[in-house]
Structure formats: structure tokens, C-alpha cells
């Protein structure tokens, strides 16, 4: 049962332009959401996170919108550079209960120079 | 920012033989350490749990007795996959939360050690 999707393996998009990057859940019980950028051979390290109680959290080129009616959120990142190709993690968790982070299947993102 | 290191990075091994995996938090003190699996094309999934001096709590449908974990200091847990079988080749990954205020964003994660049995 996979509770936190991500719909789209992969993405490629042009350099300069805005990068979309989508995650649907379905456990109503999250409330704290995160973005994890992986390189190849590196472990994912935190990008950005949004709490339940936003829709939007933003952090330089990079924001996270959160649809709670929807069980969707997004990550933008704007302007898109080359260093920003990778593969990106949605994880969401609840703050009640043993707060286990619960990933998406990642979205490889190629930014074309 | 905080590092975790993962020995060895990728390991061989023969069906029915044994596999020690380490996880080291190289600049902070990790209370509780996260030991995840991948297989490809799926999303990390969540092994099991360890706070350091005490026994790990493991996830539904993950066997205790096969997968071994050891959390015996603030820097070091160890995973131990006993009686490898290939359906046991996977990515595994482990990731550490730093004590000091922890939150989900203080949990880093290691590079993974890629696992294949024969």
C-alpha cells in the first residue's frame, strides 16, 4: 500500500525554466511533509519541508505548495539549474504516533542545459 | 552539515552467508538511527528503528532474527542480514537523527550499500 505517490518517474526540464515536481498521499493522518534531493551514490539529504498548517513554504528558488483537501503537494523550483539534477523524494509523517517517515518513489529530475 | 558514512558501499556475498552493514554519524551524536531498504523502481521503506543501548523495533514484515541490529553506541549501529538470500539484494540505507533538537530534519541520511547475493 503505498501511501505516498509519486506519480511521474521522471522529468526533464530546460534549464532557466520552472521544474514541477508532484506528490499525492493518502493517509490523512500526515501532517508534515519534506522533500529529499538524492544525488547518485549519496544518501538524500533535506531540501524543504511544509507543515500541515501552510499551503506554501518557501526557501530561495525552492517551494513546497501543500493541497491538504487534495492529499497533494508540489515542489517548485525556480530558476531550474543544472546542479539541480536528481533524483527528488517526497516523505511525509505524522506528528502524532512514532513520527515514521514514510518516501514516496522519487521523481528523477534532468535539467537540460 | 552533518555526515553519515555507510561501510562497506557495495557488497557480494553467496547465499546462506552473512553481512555486516555499518552506519556511523562522523560529527554528531545520533540517539536514534534508521535503517531503510530500497529495491528499485520503489520508494525507501523503513526497516526498523534503534535508539542507541536499547533493542531496535522493527517494522511489519520485517523479520527480527534475519535482519540483526545493533545500536551500540551514539555513533555506530550496525546491520547484520543473516543467511543472505538473493531476495534479499536491495539498496540499504541508514539514517541517523542528531539529539540535539531533533526533528525530522535533522535526520541525515548515509550514500546506501548495495547488497547482492548469489
Known amino acids: 500500500d503505498q501511501q505516498v505517490k509519486q506519480n511521474s518517474p521522471s522529468l526533464s526540464v530546460q534549464e532557466g525554466r520552472i521544474s514541477i515536481l508532484n506528490c499525492d498521499y493518502t493517509n490523512s493522518m500526515f501532517d508534515y511533509f519534506l522533500w529529499y534531493k538524492k544525488y547518485p551514490a549519496e544518501g538524500p539529504t533535506f531540501l524543504i519541508s511544509?507543515?500541515?498548517?501552510?499551503d506554501k513554504n518557501e526557501d530561495g528558488r525552492f517551494t513546497v505548495f501543500l493541497n491538504k483537501s487534495a492529499k497533494h503537494l508540489s515542489l517548485h523550483i525556480v530558476p531550474s539549474q543544472p546542479g539541480d539534477s536528481a533524483v527528488y523524494f517526497c516523505?511525509?509523517?505524522?506528528?502524532?504516533?512514532?513520527?515514521?517517515?514514510?518516501f514516496g518513489t522519487g521523481t528523477r529530475l534532468t535539467i537540460i542545459p | 552539515g552533518a555526515v553519515v558514512s555507510q561501510h562497506p558501499s557495495r557488497v557480494i556475498c553467496k547465499s546462506g552467508t552473512s553481512v555486516k552493514i555499518e552506519c556511523r554519524s562522523l560529527d554528531f551524536q545520533a540517539t536514534t538511527m534508521f535503517w531503510y531498504r530500497q529495491f528499485p523502481k520503489q520508494s525507501l521503506m523503513l526497516m526498523a528503528t534503534s535508539n542507541e543501548g536499547s533493542k531496535a523495533t522493527y517494522e511489519q514484515g520485517v523479520e527480527k532474527d534475519k535482519f540483526l541490529i545493533n545500536h551500540a553506541s551514539l555513533t555506530l549501529s550496525t546491520l547484520t542480514v543473516t543467511s543472505a538470500h538473493p531476495e534479499d539484494s536491495s539498496f540499504y540505507i541508514c539514517?541517523?537523527?542528531?539529539?540535539?533538537?531533533?526533528?525530522?530534519?535533522?535526520?541525515?541520511f548515509g550514500p546506501g550499500t548495495r547488497l547482492l547475493v548469489l
Open positions: 511544509i507543515s500541515s498548517i501552510k
Open positions: 516523505a511525509a509523517y505524522a506528528n502524532f504516533g512514532n513520527e515514521k517517515l514514510t
Open positions: 539514517s541517523a537523527r542528531d539529539g540535539q533538537g531533533a526533528t525530522q530534519e535533522t535526520q541525515y
